[in-house]
């Protein structure tokens, strides 16, 4: 969608251009002059010229590409250990730029990366929550980072931004709900502490328009919000789930119990809490 309507707040000129040389020449070498439309930036091995960096790219960008299709990620990164972006399956905005200063430098990713680089801990595998993130025209994005050794010398860390997409077919079996045994209506959905979704809503998945139609007839999101979920078609962090049943699973509980949904609909609900390091 175009920027202007993904989030309410404008984007500013330090987030859409960057400000170091290093970070500019990056982004128009496999971004600017990329001649992929945007979304297709990572299709680009080779960049024009013949500098290291160009041959290296050209020499790994396959496989790495690869493995991030193959673990439907939505981009795979690697930062070196003075926190600048040097590797991007999918060449974003944050391609090129620092998580030490600058705009990315607040961002869940960001702060992520720079717990890695302070840690520095082998093995080390941390997650962050889904959040709006402006290089990915604020779609709601997670993040999983490790640290990177070489011959026992932390050289940097490698992320992976989680894909929502992922998440959904994890969680519903891939659409599979009859075969689940959940019928023409029942889902399966994942809630953050702040109740807002964590995962697609089935009805979103079936039937976007109808849904958002819906949930805009008893005011359960503003037109702005609907709007942004059509075009981003998704629910994450979008629709806020608030009843009875899902307070008890953040107190702890699991069970199975009647009730009438938000919407007005009577459910069976079964519930239980989410033990997830660095979520809870």
Do not use: C
């Amino acid at each position: 969608p175009p920027l202007a309507a993904t989030r309410d707040d404008p984007y500013s000129l330090e987030e859409l251009i960057p400000a170091t040389a290093k970070a500019l020449e990056a982004q128009v070498l496999f971004i600017a002059e990329n001649p992929n439309p945007v979304g297709r930036k990572g299709d680009m091995e080779r960049a024009p010229g013949d500098s290291a960096y160009v041959k290296g790219h050209a020499e790994h960008h396959p496989w790495l590409a690869k493995l991030a299709r193959r673990l439907m990620l939505d981009d795979l990164m690697l930062v070196n250990k003075q926190g600048d972006v040097v590797y991007s399956v999918v060449k974003e905005t944050d391609f090129g730029r620092s998580v030490e200063n600058g705009p990315l430098a607040g961002t869940p990713f960001g702060q992520l990366v720079r717990r890695i680089m302070q840690s520095r801990q082998p093995g080390e595998v941390r997650l962050s929550d889904f959040a709006f993130y402006w290089p990915s025209q604020n779609k709601p994005a997670a993040f999983m980072a490790a640290p990177i050794y070489k011959d026992g010398v932390f050289v940097g860390t490698i992320v992976a931004q989680i894909s929502i997409e992922a998440i959904g077919a994890l969680v519903n079996d891939n659409g599979k709900w009859r075969e689940q045994g959940l019928g023409s209506s029942g889902s399966v959905y994942i809630v953050g502490s702040d109740l807002f979704m964590r995962s697609n809503f089935r009805n979103m998945m079936e039937n976007p328009k109808g849904f958002v139609d819906s949930i805009l007839r008893q005011n359960l999101v503003t037109p702005g919000v609907g709007a942004r979920m059509l075009a981003q078609n998704t629910t994450v962090l979008y629709y806020p789930i608030r009843n009875a049943p899902l307070a008890k699973a953040f107190q702890g509980r699991s069970d199975t119990e009647h009730f009438v949904n938000q919407r007005g609909v009577g459910a069976y609900l079964s519930y239980a809490p989410l033990d997830i390091p660095d979520l809870t």
